[in-house]
Nanobody, 117 residues
């Protein structure tokens, strides 16, 4: 089992910045990719960004150039630096880590990000 605990989030004005962090614990060697998803009211959960243990990253087109995902393997943390925030970035953000050898997905509890116009 892997536990993911998020921190950060909150309320920010458009154009501002926020940083989210996620700490993984438990059987961390069963995961490789870690990432962030988000879900806005009335919408499906969507990918924001992912990063492998080796540092390869992937971003949704909507956040490219504004968000940066980075990872500290020694601390078992993944963070999301969000810059130039827009009202459409408002959502609950979830940390995610798919298990390497099973189809299980681990999720954090979610953290609210609200961007006011």
């Amino acid at each position: 089992q892997v536990q993911l605990v998020e921190s950060g989030g909150g309320l920010v004005q458009a154009g501002g910045s926020l940083r989210l962090s996620c700490a993984a614990s438990g059987n961390i060697f069963s995961i490789d990719v870690m990432g962030w998803y988000r879900q806005a009211p009335g919408k499906q959960r969507e990918l924001v960004a992912t990063i492998t243990r080796g540092g390869s990253t992937n971003y949704a087109d909507s956040v490219k150039g504004r968000f940066i995902i980075y990872r500290d393997n020694a601390q078992n943390t993944v963070s999301l630096q969000m810059n130039s925030l827009k009202p459409e970035d408002t959502a609950v953000y979830y940390c995610n880590a798919p298990a390497k050898w099973t189809k299980k997905d681990y999720w954090g509890q979610g953290t609210q990000v609200t961007v006011s116009s």
